[in-house]
């Protein structure tokens, strides 16, 4: 069973501070990851894709893939109350299709 | 946003009738996919399409099927709608076999 992780939350932090999410995957073949944001009642929206080992970095959000401990993570510098939602971690599965395995995503509060 | 349009956004219905939902999407993309999102379960992929008259089934897909006549539109149904499939459904698509998905609204279907 192919398996994305996440820790649920809710993840608490105040506003102007950096948020940490963390996803781990099984599939050690696996190699393009997604991060999703999801708003209540909402479809998911990516804001950011890495493919491979280090970090990549979109305005406030930065993305870091280490492959060889299975680890992928996302850090939004400054948060803001916007950025309250739920994070979704998407990895794809080795194979044909471009099949994505979601994690069940980590609840993110970012207080004033 | 991805020009992506699922319909009906909302349909409640009987146990035992069949169910058709419809995604449409307007970026000639070869891939298309059907996702059902329950709490505790995040998304899970019931079916997908790599191009017209071509699918294949995904790890939630009994009772499920689905169709793509053109590239342009994907049909899901429910057979014989039970009250396990009362979910949030949504379509992705994507252009090709690495890069991300981009999600439709979604449909809240409830079987009652």
């Known amino acids: 069973q192919k398996e994305v992780e996440q820790n649920s939350g809710p993840l608490s932090v105040p506003e102007g501070a950096i948020a940490s999410l963390n996803c781990t995957y099984s599939d050690r073949g696996s190699q393009s990851f997604f991060w999703y944001r999801q708003y209540s009642g909402k479809s998911p929206e990516l804001i950011m894709s890495?493919?491979?080992?280090g970090d990549k970095e979109d305005g406030r959000f930065t993305a870091q893939l280490n492959k060889a401990s299975q680890y992928v993570s996302l850090l939004i510098r400054d948060s803001q109350p916007s950025d309250s939602a739920t994070y979704l971690c998407a990895v794809k599965v080795e194979g044909g299709g471009n099949k994505l395995t979601f994690g069940t995503g980590t609840q993110l509060k970012v207080e004033l | 946003d991805a020009g992506i349009t699922q319909s009906p956004r909302h349909k409640v219905t009987e146990t035992g009738t069949p169910v058709t939902l419809r995604c449409h999407q307007t970026e000639n993309h070869r891939y298309m996919y059907w996702y059902r999102q329950d709490p505790g379960h995040g998304l899970r992929l019931i079916h997908y399409?790599?191009?017209?008259?071509?699918?294949d089934k995904g790890e939630v897909s009994d009772g499920y099927s689905v169709s793509r006549s053109k590239t342009e539109d994907f049909l899901l149904t429910l057979e014989s709608a039970t009250s396990s499939q009362t979910s949030v459904y949504f379509c992705?698509?994507?252009?090709?076999?690495?890069?991300?998905?981009?999600f439709g609204d979604g449909t809240r279907l409830s079987i009652l």
């Open positions: 399409s790599y191009g017209v008259k071509d699918t």
């Open positions: 992705a698509i994507s252009e090709g076999g690495q890069g991300p998905q981009h």
């Open positions: 890495i493919y491979s080992n």
